[in-house]
């Protein structure tokens, strides 16, 4: 997948991504454990979109004040509602929040003195050209309907809205598609977990050693991780 940007030298870097609510945050949060540089592009969405941000004004801009709540912040829940209820508006946020959330991971990549860097992207399979320059793409994959359980748990919705939130995202064959190594994390059991991401740091510990003694980095086979 790796794919030079112009004035560019990151670290070896690893993309993190799986459907929603497959468990990516969990995931990443054991990789900073173990020492990792860890860039959440959720979070760089909610910093390009603060109050007083040029996103935000862009945002208001195309929707108009009413996706505001009263303290000026942007209301977030008739926001997802809208986007995932009609794809040109969804669209429209992306043209908006993507390009300035790839320049802050850019940023965050170049500012990384760890080993590896890994970056987490939810829609990965749908951007994956913006990420190209990425060294390995890791899935965190879970069954659809496992997302559908703990997206009703965790968020209160109704299984129609959570139905939605599915079809909006790329199917779970063409995540796999792009994988280098997938995670599996459908076991409850976090010591699993826990056991499966130290695998697959000490691969990329070893992965990034390579890379710096070397011009072009590695591509070994699929691999997983169960």
Same mark, same amino acid.
């Given at each position: 997948m =790796?794919? $030079?940007?112009?004035?560019?030298?990151?670290? #070896?870097?690893?993309?993190?991504t !799986?459907?929603? $609510?497959?468990?990516?945050?969990?995931?990443?949060?054991? #990789?900073?454990?173990? !020492?990792?540089?860890?860039?959440?592009?959720?979070?760089?969405?909610?910093?390009?979109?603060?109050? !007083?941000? $040029?996103?935000?004004? *862009? +945002?208001?801009?195309t #929707?108009?004040?009413?996706?505001?709540?009263?303290s !000026?912040? /942007? *209301? %977030? $829940? &008739?926001?997802?509602? %809208?986007? #995932?209820?009609?794809?040109?508006?969804?669209?429209?946020?992306? %043209? +908006?929040?993507h390009?300035?959330?790839?320049?802050?991971?850019l940023? @965050?990549a170049?500012?990384?003195?760890?080993?590896?860097f890994?970056?987490?992207?939810?829609?990965?399979?749908?951007?994956?050209?913006?990420?190209?320059?990425?060294?390995?793409?890791?899935?965190?994959?879970?069954?659809p &309907? =496992?997302?559908?359980?703990?997206?009703?748990?965790?968020?209160?919705?109704?299984?129609? /809205?959570?139905?939605?939130?599915?079809? =909006? &995202? @790329?199917?779970?064959?063409?995540?796999?598609?792009?994988?280098?190594?997938?995670?599996?994390?459908?076991?409850?059991?976090?010591? +699993?977990?826990?056991?499966?991401?130290?695998?697959?740091?000490? &691969?990329?510990?070893?992965?990034?050693?390579?890379?710096?003694?070397?011009?072009?980095?590695p591509?070994?086979? /699929?691999?997983?991780?169960?």
């Amino acid at each position: 997948m =790796t794919k $030079a940007v112009p004035g560019f030298s990151p670290p #070896f870097t690893v993309a993190l991504t !799986g459907g929603i $609510a497959s468990g990516k945050t969990t995931v990443a949060k054991q #990789f900073e454990s173990l !020492g990792v540089d860890v860039v959440d592009t959720d979070q760089l969405a909610r910093d390009v979109i603060a109050p !007083g941000s $040029a996103g935000l004004k *862009d +945002i208001v801009a195309t #929707f108009g004040p009413e996706v505001l709540t009263n303290s !000026g912040e /942007l *209301d %977030r $829940a &008739q926001m997802r509602r %809208r986007v #995932f209820a009609d794809d040109e508006s969804r669209r429209q946020l992306e %043209r +908006i929040t993507h390009p300035r959330i790839r320049d802050a991971v850019l940023r @965050a990549a170049q500012g990384s003195r760890r080993s590896y860097f890994m970056v987490v992207i939810p829609l990965l399979y749908e951007h994956r050209h913006a990420y190209a320059w990425v060294h390995r793409t890791l899935v965190v994959d879970v069954s659809p &309907q =496992t997302q559908v359980d703990r997206l009703l748990k965790r968020d209160g919705i109704d299984l129609l /809205l959570a139905q939605s939130m599915l079809r =909006t &995202q @790329a199917s779970r064959a063409e995540r796999l598609s792009i994988a280098d190594d997938r995670l599996d994390n459908e076991s409850p059991d976090r010591t +699993i977990l826990e056991k499966r991401v130290a695998s697959l740091h000490r &691969q990329y510990l070893a992965l990034a050693k390579q890379h710096l003694k070397s011009a072009s980095p590695p591509s070994p086979a /699929l691999s997983g991780v169960t």
